[in-house]
């Protein structure tokens, strides 16, 4: 799987744009970036996931570089309940394993008031 | 609504006593998968399965097992909790197995004295 790096953590005014940037410059082709959040000791939440293309739901947007070596989660309008360590994934779509999801450090993402 | 839902949410108990977590989605997933967060291991996967009666290890196998009868549930069952057994616990599912779109439940606080 190929190793993302993300900053430790940012911050965010309410009702601002949060753009919270992923690297993983090692990404193969079939190889998916997908997005999670984890509110404090909560259950992670899926956010997105894209290939190539940029991806937009209602909950947030992705935005995937040409070259596909980076990527930025947008949430258009934060609140205080983004506030959240976000995690950036990368997964080639059926291995033959477990499918188990690993998580790195992630980014604290702190929205204030 | 869709949720994976997961009991108890909180438990203490004490060495060498079996315990029983379940765990149920109402998403008609395939997919189910247990892990386990510890403070800098980050999240880890016990056990999974793929559909009703297949079950596999994941990274920490050892001191859990799983059962999968119903589509619906997948408990996670300690014969003889031991103190090493206190973490966070998550089940997850996805409508196959190399879907990364996992949905998580809420978790459930375990600690062994």
Known sequence: DAKT?????????????ANLPCNHSTISGNEYVYWYRQ???????????????????EMASLIITEDRKSSTLILPHATLR??????????????????????????????NP | EAQVTQNPRYLITVTGKKLTVTCSQNMNHEYMSWYRQDPGLGLRQIYYSMNVEVTDKGDVPEGYKVSRKEKRNFPL?????SPNQTSLYFCASSLNRGVYEQYFGPGTRLTVT
């Open chain 1, 5 to 17: 790096t993300q900053p430790t953590s940012m911050d965010c005014a309410e009702g601002r744009a």
């Open chain 1, 39 to 57: 509110i404090h000791s909560q259950g992670p939440q899926y956010i997105i996931h894209g290939l190539k293309n940029n991806e937009t739901n």
């Open chain 2, 77 to 81: 069952i300690l014969e003889s909790p």
């Open chain 1, 82 to 111: 983004d506030t959240a360590v976000y995690y950036c994934i990368v997964r080639v779509a059926w291995e033959t394993s477990g499918s188990r999801l690993t998580f790195g450090e992630g980014t604290q993402l702190t929205v």
